[in-house]
């Protein structure tokens, strides 16, 4: 119902950003979200955004990530600038038939594949 793309490999201090797009069978208003899962580590949230624009980020994203939405084209962004090697993580995109943003990853009711983040120093 998501799909997630626009990772990569990329040196420390640079940008990306992801991207995810949902199916005619989610809403545009649903809550959407981005965590991320490094290997060996349990996944942990990044960033929310509610049906209204409303955001939650956590403490690593504040200042350096910022999260979008476009609820036309049902599609959700995340811009991740001053990346560390400590980002590297497989980013997956999730949504709740709820339109509020949260940060808690068993509210979410879909998810989308994940895409790839490879950040060296």
């Known amino acids: 119902q998501l799909q997630a793309f626009g990772g990569g490999s990329v040196q420390a201090g640079a940008s990306l950003r992801l991207s995810c797009v949902g199916s005619k069978r989610t809403s545009s208003r649903d809550g959407r979200a981005w965590f991320r899962q490094a290997p060996g580590k349990e996944r942990e949230f990044v960033a929310a955004i509610g049906g209204n624009g409303g955001t939650i980020y956590s403490d690593s994203a504040k200042g350096r990530f910022t999260i979008s939405r476009d609820n036309v084209k049902n599609a959700m962004y995340l811009q991740m600038n001053a990346l560390e090697p400590e980002d590297t993580a497989v980013y997956y995109c999730?949504?709740?038939?709820?339109?509020?943003?949260?940060?808690?990853?068993?509210?979410?009711?879909?998810w989308g594949q994940g895409t790839q983040v490879t950040v060296s120093s």
């Open positions: 999730a949504g709740r038939y709820n339109n509020a943003a949260s940060a808690s990853r068993g509210s979410y009711n879909y």
